[in-house]
């Protein structure tokens, strides 16, 4: 009876993430996505309810639509689902992405690279003019490391990846080569890369760590993405979505 209990509730919280991420993305694509926009889009669980109403957008309204993809997933969803397929040296510029965290903080600072995608998903990021986060309820923090325990998603060239782990120790953190589930080895991502995880304890300034593991030799990207994001969706558990705006940073004139 107690394993029944607990089945039940795994079920229903799973359908409360499930609905979370869903209204999270529909109120993000609908509020954002314009016609003639170039989009943009992220990997990750969230963003397959985004490709859906995306899709439901483009064909009822009949908005024209290039898409950008991160990863392999995201170029599979666009195919999917019949939208406009582009990459980065056909549009350069994009208007938005869309894309989930695995973590958001207050500041909107991000972890990203849960899915091993983080090295493609900054590439894209910094080539839009604005990025959305869509996530559900438990990606929302007002620290970094409040929700999520795993660490930084650290892309790293293989050959590197023991050099690199000590040069994060010595940073403070706790390295962790991230193994795959389904093959003896490591987690290769779609660059052909290794992925560290690397766990820390405690606030820290992320924008001078992202410098300093920017860097290091070896690493090829992180899963930090400090002062990227301008507005996120969280779908909460009531079935609403709280949206939070990045502040903007005021220039002390004073110092000039």
Same mark, same amino acid.
């Given at each position: 009876?107690? #394993?029944?209990?607990?089945?039940?509730?795994?079920?229903?919280?799973?359908?409360?993430?499930?609905?979370?991420?869903?209204?999270?993305? =529909?109120?993000?694509?609908?509020?954002? !996505?314009?016609?003639?926009?170039?989009?943009?889009?992220?990997?990750?669980?969230?963003? !397959?309810?985004?490709? =859906?109403?995306? $899709?439901?957008?483009?064909?009822?309204?009949?908005?024209?639509?290039?898409?950008?993809?991160? #990863?392999?997933?995201?170029?599979?969803? +666009? +195919?999917?689902?019949?939208? &406009?397929?582009?990459?980065? /040296?056909?549009?350069?510029?994009?208007?938005?992405?869309?894309?989930?965290?695995? &973590?958001?903080?207050?500041?909107?600072?991000? +972890? %990203?690279?849960?899915?091993?995608?983080?090295?493609? &998903?900054?590439?894209?990021?910094?080539?839009?003019?604005?990025?959305?986060?869509?996530?559900?309820?438990?990606? %929302? #923090?007002?620290?970094?490391? $409040?929700?999520?325990? =795993?660490?930084?998603? +650290?892309?790293?060239?293989?050959?590197?990846? !023991?050099?690199?782990?000590?040069?994060?120790? &010595?940073?403070?953190?706790?390295?962790?080569?991230?193994?795959?589930?389904?093959?003896? @080895?490591?987690?290769?991502?779609?660059?052909?890369?290794?992925? !560290?995880?690397?766990?820390?304890?405690?606030?820290?300034?992320?924008?001078?760590?992202?410098?300093?593991?920017?860097?290091?030799? /070896?690493?090829?990207?992180? @899963?930090?993405?400090?002062?990227?994001?301008?507005?996120?969706?969280?779908?909460?558990?009531?079935?609403?979505?709280?949206?939070?705006?990045?502040?903007?940073?005021?220039?002390?004139?004073?110092?000039?």
């Amino acid at each position: 009876r107690v #394993s029944g209990c607990l089945l039940i509730e795994a079920v229903v919280s799973t359908q409360s993430t499930g609905s979370a991420k869903d209204a999270a993305a =529909k109120r993000a694509i609908q509020e954002n !996505v314009k016609d003639g926009c170039r989009l943009g889009v992220g990997s990750g669980s969230t963003v !397959v309810y985004a490709v =859906k109403h995306l $899709e439901t957008l483009v064909k009822t309204a009949g908005f024209k639509v290039t898409c950008v993809p991160t #990863s392999f997933q995201a170029r599979n969803l +666009i +195919i999917e689902a019949g939208l &406009e397929l582009s990459d980065l /040296g056909r549009t350069p510029i994009l208007d938005l992405v869309v894309d989930g965290a695995d &973590e958001c903080d207050s500041n909107l600072t991000l +972890i %990203k690279g849960g899915g091993g995608c983080q090295l493609q &998903e900054k590439v894209v990021a910094s080539a839009a003019r604005r990025m959305v986060v869509i996530a559900d309820y438990r990606k %929302k #923090s007002q620290h970094l490391g $409040e929700q999520w325990s =795993k660490g930084i998603p +650290i892309e790293v060239l293989p050959m590197a990846y !023991v050099p690199v782990m000590g040069k994060l120790r &010595e940073f403070g953190l706790d390295p962790v080569l991230r193994l795959a589930a389904n093959k003896a @080895g490591p987690v290769v991502t779609d660059n052909g890369n290794f992925v !560290v995880d690397a766990k820390f304890s405690g606030p820290h300034n992320w924008d001078l760590l992202e410098t300093k593991l920017c860097r290091t030799p /070896g690493i090829v990207e992180t @899963g930090l993405f400090v002062d990227m994001a301008g507005m996120a969706y969280f779908g909460m558990q009531d079935g609403s979505v709280e949206v939070v705006h990045k502040l903007a940073k005021v220039q002390d004139l004073s110092k000039n």
